[in-house]
């Protein structure tokens, strides 16, 4: 039934899986955004032209894919706690 | 006016509030007015339940209790027991946007988190209180959330973890916007289609998104303050 789902939707839980999925995407494209336009302001600044930009947005990128990775973290720690919850602690 | 298409009505428009002068100045304040209307609505269910607090709750104090108390166990459950010190800033955060949100969906109200500036003005509060806490807490040592685990690590860490704390206020801002602008857009094309009867389906659909970011504000605020108090690692 739609109610029920509706329910289920509103557990904490539920809730904090979705919400942790879908800040995912975000959160890689913004750090990359701010890597480029922080590389930008500082070549405009000390002119070198075109050396800090591709540093910082190497460094951008890969801030997107740690804080990827902290977010897949999240959603795996959830998972396990939850799975101990119902099958009893794992042995791994 | 949601996305240069004419907004049916607005309450703001018939009170001539749209743009005021301040000192010269013509500024927008559409979304300021806004704001005022979500938090009288906030202030003013607040002193209704303070007013007829008891023992046994019922009616409003009833929902208040289960909405505040699952909220502050699920804070605390994350943070521990530091999170009660801050919950009073998370669960405001989540009910003043849940508010913000929602106005959306009454008629002749916009929602003021369609604008762009309440929502820096959100995130960049949530970015400088973290970091105060984070100060608070550890002093001098807060740097050490910034090196990363191991000391030769550091030159590469800094600046990893300086961009992606500053990419922290700008996702939030961006996420909380493009979402509900997204979906003011769309309950106006809808109207426009079908004036009530294209409106209501989608009302269902809206209703849980607004909660969702809503929570999500709140929940992705209550992760940075845990990587503030929480040991560097």
Known sequence: ??????????????????????VIGLHMVSATVVGLGMGW??????????????????????????????DSRRLLKAQDKEDAERFGPKDR | ???????????????HVDQVTIGGATVEFKHV??????????????????????????????VFEVVIGGLE??????IGEDGRKVFPLLGGIFLFILFQNLLGLVPGCDAPTAN??????????????????GIKRWGPGYIKHFMGPMWWLTPLMLPLELISHTARPLSLTLRLFGNIRGEEIVMVLF???????????????????????SFIFFMLTMIYLKGAFEHAH
């Open chain 2, 191 to 213: 109207f426009l289609m079908a004036p009530i009867v294209g409106t209501i389906p989608v009302y269902f659909l809206f209703l849980l998104g607004k909660v969702l970011q």
């Open chain 2, 33 to 62: 007015f806004y704001t005022w209307c979500a938090m009288a609505v906030l202030f003013s269910l607040g002193l209704l339940v303070r007013g007829g607090l008891k023992l046994v709750p019922g009616g409003i104090q009833n």
């Open chain 2, 116 to 133: 762009v500036n309440t929502n820096a003005a959100m995130a960049v509060f949530v970015f400088l209180y973290y970091n105060y806490q």
């Open chain 2, 1 to 15: 006016m949601a996305g240069g298409l004419p907004h049916p009505v607005l309450w703001s428009t018939l009170l």
């Open chain 1, 41 to 70: 302001y500082l070549d405009r600044w000390l002119g070198t032209k075109p050396w800090l930009t591709g540093v910082f947005l190497i460094l951008g990128i890969v801030a997107g894919f740690k804080n990827v990775w902290l």
């Open chain 2, 73 to 78: 166990d699920f804070v605390v459950t994350n």
């Open chain 1, 1 to 22: 039934m739609f109610f029920n789902n509706w329910f289920k939707i509103n557990d904490k839980k539920y809730l904090d899986a979705i919400s942790t999925a879908g």
